[in-house]
């Protein structure tokens, strides 16, 4: 930890700061951020965190010592680990609790839906400065492990079947090649085309469906643009479970996902929904924003209505 001051732990933020995967000068993004705490007399302690799994646990840790406001610097994963830090620390009472985010990653589907541009630190420390904050619901998914049960919070989606394909191969792509390389677009559109098809039993509200389907995304948030409607403040999920379209369909589809109107697609059936049930999904990937799920059904997804302060862009 840094910055040093004689200040309560209360009075200062935790930043865990996780550095872009796939570029060469990794540190020079903090040295800016710095800069600028220092140049705005932000008290904060810092970690640096470059291990899988070390954001949870280094999360978890400000939290149980006192910390009251969270910051992570860094992309979608990242931020589910810090979410998944909080919920699992030993605190009782989270309502003191503020997170907040300046993004950093090679994913930044939840950031971008507050406006937080990933090239504008800048903004984004003077939103966390400002502290306006909004209660959010956070979601979270059941399974068996070993016959232990287990739970996974997210902020975005849990993408079940070729969303949560596309999604591992698209941050692996930018993890090892860089965030412009077309690598992972290429391979996003072989991977489509070839239209690969789940035996997905499941329960939305009180309709069964059992059928052979593409994809589904269960949405607290715009889920990487499956559930553009979704918000997470309104108390609700929505679903979004896609069949098989046909190739001319499928290009439409990309079109219609990349302009956010992609309920309007003859193949794409949306809910809302408190809960659904994953009965079995014959072995097809899961994504919980973005980190790969491993599971064993049934699989119980619900949310928690404005659990968590999150610090907000004062708009």
């Known amino acids: 930890m840094s910055n040093k001051v004689d200040l309560s732990v209360a ?3 935790g930043i865990v700061y996780v550095p872009m995967a796939g570029v ?3 540190h020079r993004r903090w040295h800016q951020i710095k800069l600028y705490l220092e140049v705005k ?11 899988y799994g070390a954001v949870e646990r280094l999360t978890r840790m400000y939290v ?20 998944n830090g909080i919920m699992t620390s030993s605190v009782e009472n989270l309502s003191e609790i503020s997170f907040g985010i300046i993004a950093n990653g090679i994913g930044n589907d939840f950031a971008d839906f507050w406006g937080l541009d990933v090239d504008d630190y800048k903004g984004a420390i003077d939103c966390l400065i400002k502290g306006k904050r909004r209660r959010i619901d956070i979601g979270y998914c059941t399974y068996m492990d070993n016959e232990v049960v287990q739970k996974r919070y997210f902020l ?9 394909k596309a999604i591992e191969i698209s941050d692996e792509c930018k993890r090892y090649w860089g965030k412009r390389n077309p690598t992972y677009i290429i391979s996003l559109f072989r991977l489509f085309l070839r239209r690969k098809l789940y035996k997905i039993h499941l329960k939305v509200n009180d309709e069964i469906v059992n059928e052979r389907l593409m994809t589904v995304c269960v949405g607290n948030s715009r889920g990487y643009g499956l559930t553009p409607s979704a918000v997470p403040y309104n108390g609700w999920l929505d ?3 896609v069949y098989r379209p046909e190739l001319r369909q499928m290009v439409s589809g990309l079109w219609m996902l990349l302009r956010g109107r992609i309920l309007n697609h003859k193949q794409v059936k949306p809910y809302r929904t408190k809960r659904v ?4 999904a014959e072995g097809a990937s899961i994504c919980v924003d973005g980190r790969t799920l491993e599971y064993n059904c049934p699989l119980e997804i619900s949310l928690m209505p404005e659990f968590l302060n999150f610090i907000v862009p004062d708009k």
């Open 11 to 13: 009075d200062r933020w």
């Open 24 to 26: 060469r000068k990794k």
């Open 41 to 51: 007399r932000v008290h904060y302690d810092y970690i640096q965190s470059e291990e």
């Open 64 to 83: 149980e010592n006192g910390y009251k406001t969270i910051v992570v610097v860094g992309g979608d994963m990242a931020i589910n680990d810090a979410i």
């Open 156 to 164: 975005m989606a849990v993408n079940i079947g070729l969303g949560a």
């Open 239 to 241: 679903v979004s479970i």
């Open 277 to 280: 049930t994953i009965y079995d």
